[in-house]
């Protein structure tokens, strides 16, 4: 059991590149998120799922793209990658059980430098 | 709106006893405790839902004060394992899947 797994841990980009954060997980969670994290600035969401072919917005959306194709699989797009996207970032899942929001369990992080 | 955390940082020596808290401006449904050690990523400690319930951690507590939309979160007798930033998530939905997390308070313990 891998958990979440993320790919690729590390990256760096020039201004106006495009790539793809690949997030993975086997627990058959039906929720997944994508989170930044910044120093002073704690855990923000950019986009979320809540089942495989949904998606929804979350507090920082902007310049991110994502899709949900699989179940197992969410991605995050940069367009065309700016400084201000430099950050930590975090892919996360949790499992339903009705109204009640269970524990996320995140993977390893990428850490995206952006030049 | 980001949940505010109380105190940003705080050195405690192995023994001591501290307590982090988290303030919404909003009614919630629950919240949500993680901790993060440096480099790594966050883990799950706890949850505390509006009626009462509580998951959780056996070694670290919390509670949850509805009416004022406060959570705390009680580390006793602190080990050098402890240390990480912890953040708090709040919850005001109670429906679909979406925390909001706090800026974190980091915590040092020392020998």
């Known amino acids: 059991n891998a958990g979440v797994t993320q790919t690729p841990k590390f990256r760096v980009l020039k201004t106006g590149q495009s790539m793809t954060l690949l997030c993975a997980q086997d627990?058959?969670?039906?929720?997944m998120y994508w989170y930044r994290q910044d120093p002073g600035m704690g855990l923000r969401l950019i986009h979320y799922s809540v089942g495989e072919g949904t998606t929804a917005k979350g507090e920082v959306p902007d310049g991110y793209n994502v899709s949900r194709l699989k179940k197992q699989n969410f991605l995050l797009g940069l367009e065309s990658a700016a400084p201000s996207q430099t950050s930590v970032y975090f892919c996360?899942?949790?499992?339903?059980?009705?109204?009640?929001?269970?524990?996320?369990?995140f993977g390893p992080g990428t850490r995206l430098t952006v030049l | 709106q980001q949940p505010v955390q109380s105190p940003q940082a705080v050195i405690l020596r192995e023994g001591e006893d501290a307590v982090i808290n988290c303030s919404s401006s909003?009614?919630?449904?629950?919240v949500h405790w993680y901790r993060q050690k440096h480099g790594e990523a966050p883990v799950f400690l706890m949850i505390?839902?509006?009626?009462?319930e509580q998951k959780g951690h056996e070694k670290i507590s919390a509670s949850f004060n509805e009416k004022k939309q406060q959570s705390s979160l009680y580390l006793t007798a602190s080990q050098l394992s402890y240390s990480g930033t912890y953040f708090c998530?709040?919850?005001?939905?109670?429906?679909?899947?979406?925390?909001?997390f706090g800026t974190g308070t980091k915590l040092q313990v020392i020998p």
């Open positions: 909003k009614a919630l449904y629950s």
């Open positions: 996360a899942s949790s499992y339903l059980a009705g109204v009640i929001k269970n524990e996320q369990f």
């Open positions: 998530g709040t919850d005001e939905s109670g429906g679909y899947q979406k925390v909001t």
């Open positions: 505390l839902l509006k009626g009462g």
């Open positions: 627990m058959n969670h039906e929720y």
